[in-house]
């Protein structure tokens, strides 16, 4: 079963940059997107932001433009999410996702995605 892996968050202070990474375990994907969400404690979780594999076509939330990136790695199968600028309110866990139907109307909503990572905690302090 494929696997997904987060790996960067951690405590910084607001105004610091943090790089999240997702990587499957075991066997590569087929992938058609990833895409990155957050979750802070007794809220919805939220869209961050996509990438698509082939054409490297990004969406982000609001929120986060200008101040994420996220960029792929194809050697690497790997996919990074830049942050910087953090503010307290970027604390969450962060969960990638991945997806191998070409749906890219379905990038921003979790039901768009099959496989999920276990998230890394962010905290940003103020």
């Known amino acids: 079963q494929v696997q997904l892996v987060e790996s960067g968050g951690g405590l910084v202070q607001a105004g610091d940059s943090l790089r999240l990474s997702c990587a499957p375990s075991?066997?590569?994907?087929?992938?058609?997107?990833t895409g990155w969400f957050r979750q802070a404690p007794g809220k919805e979780r939220e869209f961050v932001a996509s990438i698509t594999w082939s054409s490297g076509r990004r969406n982000y939330a609001e929120s986060v433009k200008g101040r994420f990136t996220i960029a792929r790695d194809n050697a690497k199968n790997t996919v990074y999410l830049q942050m910087n600028n953090l503010k307290p309110e970027d604390t969450a866990v962060y969960s990638c996702?991945?997806?191998?139907?070409?749906?890219?109307?379905?990038?921003?909503?979790?039901?768009?995605?099959?496989?999920w990572g276990q998230g890394t905690q962010v905290t940003v302090s103020s």
């Open positions: 996702a991945a997806t191998m139907k070409p749906t890219p109307w379905a990038l921003s909503i979790g039901q768009g995605y099959e496989y």
């Open positions: 075991g066997r590569g994907l087929g992938t058609y997107a």
